[in-house]
């Protein structure tokens, strides 16, 4: 089904993440011209240790928007084989490189290495995925020069670019990973634009996880698990965000499965004031939100 055939549909409106991502990629582009005009062209390194094909895929995309936007962009690409003493020291030569205001190291990394200790190896000024322990604490304390995570940075971004009200709101994150459910729920409940939330965290152990969502003004769905989130739990009128990206079997689809949300996307729909499509609608605000933090990481470095 295309963005257009679910447009014309009743129910909530659509919260388009390819046009917002646009827009964000758009706005980048003057900010990295007038730093190329200070002589500053923002840096992205990404490494990719291993073959790991979906990584792969996700990380050229890095790469090429990136560069269309004027950027730099590089891939350190390492075999599966390298260790973690090559790996910590090809972070430290990134770290001491001006000419690179961003480092991401891909997750998943091989199972011999410890990702814990090679995320703490980056400069936190550089560590534009966010998840250097330093900027986990700048976010919680509402420092404005960290980095947030950037999936739960494109949510906020779509929040505030279709105008929803956050302030004084009951918003529900359901996940409670460091990637997306807590670094979501520690953005909206600072104070702000896109924030200002009353935030309630459910996870794999809440119970009657429904009592929860169907109290929400804003549910925002980052489990894991396909359409787990009913139109029955939606409070009428909510904004729905769903984060999730899960495959599910469909032998009618030409590559034998298709994407579906957290949430159940047809049901949620007919109750909720304004829903994210799965895919194109959290998910291309990811890499728009990377670049935003390393156009602010040059900025920053001022060099
Ligand atoms: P995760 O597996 O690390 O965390 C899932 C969370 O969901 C856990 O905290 C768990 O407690 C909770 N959970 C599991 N089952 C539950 C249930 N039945 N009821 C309530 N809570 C439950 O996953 P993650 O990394 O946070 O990612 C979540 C989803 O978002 C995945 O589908 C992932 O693919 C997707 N994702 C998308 C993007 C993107 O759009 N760019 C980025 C990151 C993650």
Known sequence: MSLAEVEEGAGARLIDGVAVARAVREDLKSEVAELAARGIVPGLTVVLVGEDPASAVYVRSKEKTSVELGMKGATVRLPASTSQAELEALIDRLNADPAVHGILVQSPLPKHMDENTIVR??????????????????????????????????????????????????????????????????????????ANCTVTICHSRTKDLA?????????????????????????????????????????????????????????????????????????????????????????????
């Open 121 to 194: 190896r980056i400069d936190p000024a550089k560590d534009v995925d966010g998840f250097h322990p330093v900027n986990v604490g700048k976010l919680l304390i509402g420092e404005k020069d960290g980095f947030a995570p950037c999936t739960p940075a494109g949510v906020q971004e779509l929040l505030v670019r279709y105008g929803v009200d956050t302030t004084g709101k009951e918003a529900v994150v359901i996940g409670r990973s460091n990637i997306v459910g807590k670094p979501m729920a520690a953005l909206l409940i600072q104070a702000g634009v896109g």
């Open 211 to 303: 009592s929860h969502t169907r109290r929400a003004d804003i549910v925002i769905a980052a489990i894991g698990k396909p359409e787990v989130i009913t139109g029955d739990m939606i409070r009428p009128g909510a904004v729905v965000i769903d984060v999730g990206i899960n495959r599910v079997p469909d032998a009618s689809a030409p590559k034998g499965y298709r994407l579906v949300g957290d949430v159940h996307f047809e049901s949620a729909r007919q109750v909720a004031g304004m829903i994210t499509p799965v895919p194109g609608g959290v998910g291309p605000m990811t890499i728009a939100m990377l670049l935003k933090n390393t156009v602010r990481a040059a900025r920053q470095a001022g060099k």
